[in-house]
């Protein structure tokens, strides 16, 4: 099983700045990894897929970057609305498709 | 526009089943598969498996299996996710995602349902 591990758990970052979320895979997974933002009691969104495609209706400061092993979540300028939890996820080797444990952004 | 739509909450005793529905609606529903994914309180995502709309195949979480069976039902866009012999630590959130995975494999989830909680409490 991959394990993703994502850092820092919790990020603390002030409205306007840039946000740089971490995930790293326990073996190669290519390109094949999401992002996703959830907010309390909500269902998960997708932002990212394929590593650095953004999902319909993504706004374009979001962006990923990454392939292999390390993969970077970037939001260039936080709104209100972007804290949250973060996770990955990679689907390259499965069964299971694995999460990171999650990325808190706070203010 | 794309929709799931879950059916409610669940209060099971330990030992006992529950059976999650999940509705699609705004596409070709057997152009993708669902995946299921749950949330205990608190904690992180899981993927608990995955199943194409198109042909029914599966492919199951090692630790869930022979405890859970995914089913699709064309005729009403439905998916179906049972999971048997319940027990404490099966409390979470459940949500079903729809996933661009069609035919053999698993990929992101790019809609999902509203969830749906089971608690599992004697």
Redesign the interface.
């Given at each position: 099983e991959i394990v993703l591990t994502q850092s820092p758990a919790t990020l603390s970052v002030s409205p306007g700045e840039r946000a740089t979320l971490s995930c790293r895979a326990s073996q190669i997974v290519s390109s094949?990894l999401?992002w996703?933002q959830?907010k309390p009691g909500q269902?998960?969104?997708?932002l990212i897929?394929g590593a650095s495609t953004r999902?319909?209706g993504i706004p374009a400061r979001f962006s990923g970057s990454g392939s292999g092993t390390e993969f970077t979540l970037t939001i260039s300028s936080l709104q209100s609305e972007d804290f949250a939890v973060y996770?990955c996820?990679q689907?390259n080797n499965?069964?299971?498709?694995?999460?990171?444990?999650?990325t808190r952004l706070e203010i | 526009q794309v929709q799931l739509v879950q059916s409610g909450a669940e209060v099971k005793k330990p030992g006992a089943s529950v059976k999650v529905s999940c509705k699609a609606s705004g596409y070709n529903f057997i152009s993708y598969g669902f995946s299921w994914v749950r949330q205990a309180p608190g904690q992180g995502l899981e993927w608990m498996g995955w199943i194409s709309a198109y042909n029914g195949n599966t492919k199951y979480a090692q630790k869930l299996q022979g405890r859970v069976t995914m089913t699709t039902d064309t005729s009403t866009s439905t998916a179906y996710m049972e999971l048997r012999s319940l027990r404490s630590d099966d409390t979470a959130v459940y949500y079903c995602a729809r996933d661009p995975g069609a035919v053999a494999d698993t990929k992101f989830f790019d809609y999902w349902g509203q969830g749906t909680l089971v608690t599992v409490s004697s």
């Amino acid at each position: 099983e991959i394990v993703l591990t994502q850092s820092p758990a919790t990020l603390s970052v002030s409205p306007g700045e840039r946000a740089t979320l971490s995930c790293r895979a326990s073996q190669i997974v290519s390109s094949n990894l999401a992002w996703y933002q959830q907010k309390p009691g909500q269902a998960p969104r997708l932002l990212i897929y394929g590593a650095s495609t953004r999902a319909t209706g993504i706004p374009a400061r979001f962006s990923g970057s990454g392939s292999g092993t390390e993969f970077t979540l970037t939001i260039s300028s936080l709104q209100s609305e972007d804290f949250a939890v973060y996770y990955c996820q990679q689907y390259n080797n499965w069964p299971p498709s694995t999460f990171g444990q999650g990325t808190r952004l706070e203010i | 526009q794309v929709q799931l739509v879950q059916s409610g909450a669940e209060v099971k005793k330990p030992g006992a089943s529950v059976k999650v529905s999940c509705k699609a609606s705004g596409y070709n529903f057997i152009s993708y598969g669902f995946s299921w994914v749950r949330q205990a309180p608190g904690q992180g995502l899981e993927w608990m498996g995955w199943i194409s709309a198109y042909n029914g195949n599966t492919k199951y979480a090692q630790k869930l299996q022979g405890r859970v069976t995914m089913t699709t039902d064309t005729s009403t866009s439905t998916a179906y996710m049972e999971l048997r012999s319940l027990r404490s630590d099966d409390t979470a959130v459940y949500y079903c995602a729809r996933d661009p995975g069609a035919v053999a494999d698993t990929k992101f989830f790019d809609y999902w349902g509203q969830g749906t909680l089971v608690t599992v409490s004697s």
